[in-house]
């Protein structure tokens, strides 16, 4: 039986990795928010399904560190990148607001804080922002724009679609 359950679990996590996948691949971080209506717990992954404001059911792929704490019932905001919850934070009251860009025109978005990681790419990294709330902030950017930025430097980048437009070094880091 919970084989079972734990084979539709995983069978739930691909198809909704592969079609999260295929909607951000123009984009970078889709942020969720809903009511968590189910947790299937996997050895170190799990299937969490959400129930958003329009009532519509949303199932995400996530890392079981990233549940702790977290309970049915609970209004969380989700960050997902590349099909999977990189971020899980349970709403103070029943009222969470999806992050919304900065300018509502623009579509920008702003973060800061010190560099924690640079995964590098060939043409393009990731880099982890430590943010002032301890979270990290994962951005894609492109190798030009990281240039004399390195871990432990304090940085301000805006980013459009989930990627990074311009990195901002803070003088003296």
Known sequence: MIRKIL???FILAVIAS????QAQEEGGPQW????????????????MSLRMADGEAFNVAVTNDLLEGVN?????TVQII???????????DNTPQTPRPEK???GAQWVAG?????????????????????KVFNVAVSNEKLKGVSVGNYITV??????AQKVSKKEGS
């Not at 592969?18 to 996948?21: F, P, R």
């Not at 049915?72 to 969380?76: E, I």
């Not at 805006?158 to 990627?163: D, Q, S």
């Open 32 to 47: 969720i928010t809903g009511e968590v209506v189910s947790m299937e717990e996997g050895r170190n992954e799990s299937l």
């Open 104 to 106: 509502k025109d623009s």
């Open 18 to 21: 592969v079609g999260l996948a």
């Open 82 to 92: 590349k099909g999977w919850a990189e971020l899980v934070e349970i709403a103070e």
């Open 7 to 9: 084979s539709c679990a």
């Open 114 to 134: 010190e560099v924690v990681t640079i995964e590098e790419g060939a043409t393009d990294s990731l880099i982890g922002i430590k943010m002032s709330n301890d």
């Open 158 to 163: 805006k980013i459009v679609k989930g990627w």
């Open 72 to 76: 049915v019932g609970d209004v969380v």
